[in-house]
């Protein structure tokens, strides 16, 4: 009877389901470590050629910009956020006035060059144009 009462217990423990444990606590989140990324995308930035400004107030741990536009009026963007591409920082704007509905920036951030790089698409033209932005100076 012992036998068959150990055997019972033994066969009971093998067949158990086994459960994970919880992964040990990282030591700063993802959440933290974008929003201080991010944080070298704050700043007025100017496009040469044409004196077109973004000025970036600020970046939340989830990419959502606080930004604006002035072209030399300000215009409102529809959308403005950033975003991580493996450990480049990527811009995407989009403007929804006048005559730019739909027009878009399509940026990355070259922190060896302190620019905003990329590309303009002007909806109502339907074309693209390469451009950047420099980091206005104070």
Known sequence: MVAALSMLVLTAAATAPAYAQAPAAQPATTAARSAAEFSSLVGRWVRPDGG????????????KLDASYANPRPLPFSKAVASHDGKTIKVFLELRAGGYSGSTYTLTYDPDQDILKGVYFQAVAQQKYNIYFERAKP
Request: no cysteine; aromatic share 8%; hydrophobic share 40%.
């Open 52 to 63: 077109y400004t973004i000025t970036i107030i600020s970046v939340d741990a989830n990419g």
